[in-house]
């Protein structure tokens, strides 16, 4: 069995590389980081498992294909696709530049969408896969602030929770996966370390996020919300007017010092 990770250098990416390793799967580990993904990949390899890594930004547009190609040409199957690897930045839409705008979307959309069409025909040829797609309980609630961020995972739940459905009877599945606030290096890098979310309200581990994702890519759930107070406000969303939703969603992103 061989798992494709993105995002795979650091945070919850990293952390589910280590269950799946732990559980003896062949792991494909992708990320921008030469030096940590190789640290990663000696780490793991203690598993008894083979370890590849490949250095690349997903962002960039023929990268996914380039991806694909590579494992083709290596005659590497994979069995499990764990589309991980996202950004947010911080601010306002009509502020934020357009490489920040745009590079949120080549990457928690279009690369995920990418690799997902690639290696879903073969899977469905075999009758046998499955894929993990990281969103975010951002997902659920436009998100003030960070208005491409959420609308990013709010493409990530409908679109996985689509398809899970075109691919009820082929044998793959296809898993939604919604972590709320963790720590890892997502908060520094979209700049919202001091943000109500992350002061007043929490973050989880990335190893106890981790564990809950793979457990629900492990037993082909098409949806599943990290930690119970995440699934509470999840859920809460939809009974909620919409106008107050993104009013307390704007609430909660605001910085505090
Ligand atoms: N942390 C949270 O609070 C939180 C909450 C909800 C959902 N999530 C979601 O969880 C997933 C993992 O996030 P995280 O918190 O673990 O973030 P993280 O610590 O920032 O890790 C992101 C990973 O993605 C890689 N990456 C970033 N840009 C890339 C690119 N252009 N091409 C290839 N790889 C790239 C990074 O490695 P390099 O820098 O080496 O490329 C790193 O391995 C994301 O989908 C995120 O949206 C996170």
Known sequence: MTVLIT??????GYELAKFFARDHHNLVLVARSVDKLSQVATELQAHGITVKTIALDLAAPPAPKFLFDQLQREGI???????NAAFG?????AQM????????????????TALT??????MIARR????????????????PLMAV????KAYVLSFSEAIANELRHSGVTVTCFCPGATHTGFAKRAGVESSR???????MSADKVALGGYRAVMEGRTLAISGAHNWLVAQSTRFAPRKMVTAISRWIAEKVS
Request: charged residues 15%; without cysteine.
């Open 7 to 12: 995002g795979a250098s650091g945070g919850i």
């Open 77 to 83: 199957t994979v069995d499990i696709l764990v589309n």
């Open 89 to 93: 930045a911080y601010g306002e839409f």
């Open 97 to 112: 530049p357009e490489e920040e705008i745009l590079g949120q979307i080549d990457l928690n959309i279009t690369a995920l």
């Open 117 to 122: 069409r690639l290696f879903l025909p073969s």
């Open 128 to 143: 046998s896969g499955r894929i993990l797609n990281v969103a975010s309980t951002a997902a659920f609630q436009p998100g």
């Open 149 to 152: 961020y959420y609308a990013s």
């Open 197 to 203: 979310l992350f002061k007043l309200v929490g973050a």
